[in-house]
């Protein structure tokens, strides 16, 4: 059944190290959102794009954070350098450009030392 | 932008009793209030979502109501199972535009106790 794919599930990596998360979204979907989940912030949104293009990166840290779409079927979010307080999990999720719902992926979990 | 505040943190029922989970939002244009659970994990998925041109809606235990005057929103879980575990996220945007995501709130971790 369609789902929305994203790599690695968990990474540890110690602090200043690069860290490259992907998401696969569904097919047809062409709407496509990172967030962020902590235990204090709750689900933040980082960044999201329509059709390939970026329509909202503000809650995303400029200096560090990076996120594009090469292709329909690929979203990256980079971070570099990483620290500590990158930790958390970020979700990926799709949506299809009329409907309402998001459809999460399973998340990749981020540890920072 | 959009804030949302949901009540309360966590919630613990025992089984066949109901849950209520409360939210309110701040933006006035917003039109689309969805339900995300989550179970450990995983990520959240979509339970039932309301628009603002209609006042109730159910879908058989879940139950989601809006009042726009006041700004708030509420989940109901009836006849709450151990399944029911999970965390629960309320969330605001407007709907088709492509102006806003959604906007999540802080999530209540629902324990139904067997």
């Known amino acids: 059944d369609a789902r929305v794919t994203q790599t690695p599930r968990h990474k540890v990596t110690e602090m200043g190290q690069e860290v490259t998360m992907r998401c696969q979204p569904i097919?047809?979907?062409?709407?496509v959102f990172w967030y962020r989940q902590t235990m204090m912030q709750g689900l933040e949104l980082l960044a999201y794009?329509?059709?390939?293009?970026?329509?909202?990166d503000s809650g995303m840290p400029k200096d560090r954070f990076s996120a594009e779409m090469p292709d329909a079927t690929l979203a990256t979010l980079k971070i570099q350098p990483s620290e500590p307080r990158d930790s958390a999990v970020y979700f990926c999720?799709?949506?299809?450009?009329?409907?309402?719902?998001?459809?999460f992926g399973e998340g990749s979990r981020l540890t920072v030392l | 932008g959009e804030n949302v505040e949901q009540h309360p943190s966590t919630l613990s029922v025992q089984e066949g009793d109901s849950a209520v989970i409360k939210c309110t939002y701040s933006d006035s244009a917003s039109n689309y209030f969805p339900w995300y659970k989550q179970e450990l994990g995983k990520g959240p998925q979509l339970i039932i979502d309301?628009?603002?041109?209609?006042g109730e809606k159910k879908d058989q235990r879940i139950a989601v109501t809006l009042n726009k005057t006041a700004k708030h929103f509420s989940l109901h879980i009836t006849e709450t199972q151990p399944e029911d575990s999970a965390v629960y996220f309320c969330?605001?945007?407007?709907?088709?535009?492509?102006?806003?995501?959604?906007?999540f709130g802080s999530g209540t971790r629902l324990q139904v106790q067997p």
């Open positions: 969330a605001a945007s407007i709907r088709d535009t492509g102006r806003r995501a959604l906007t």
């Open positions: 794009f329509r059709n390939r293009a970026p329509l909202d």
């Open positions: 097919l047809g979907h062409n709407t």
């Open positions: 999720a799709s949506a299809p450009i009329s409907v309402g719902e998001l459809f």
């Open positions: 309301i628009r603002s041109n209609v």
